[in-house]
């Protein structure tokens, strides 16, 4: 009797696909927040030696 693997293939691709979103994510979290200090930082010191 021959089983059909595509359902599980499937899965395996989704699971894949998870995994690279959740990377995806935490890595575009962490550059967001470095460019947001990045930029506060740039304000502040424009700000102060506008003053």
């Known amino acids: ?8 293939t499937a899965i395996e691709y989704g699971l894949i696909a998870a995994l690279i979103a959740v990377a995806a994510i935490a890595a575009m979290t962490n550059l967001g927040t470095s460019v947001g200090g ?3 930082n740039v304000s ?3 700000n102060t030696s506008i003053k």
């Open 38 to 40: 990045t930029f506060n």
């Open 1 to 8: 009797m021959l089983r059909d693997k595509r359902g599980a």
């Open 44 to 46: 502040t010191k424009l």
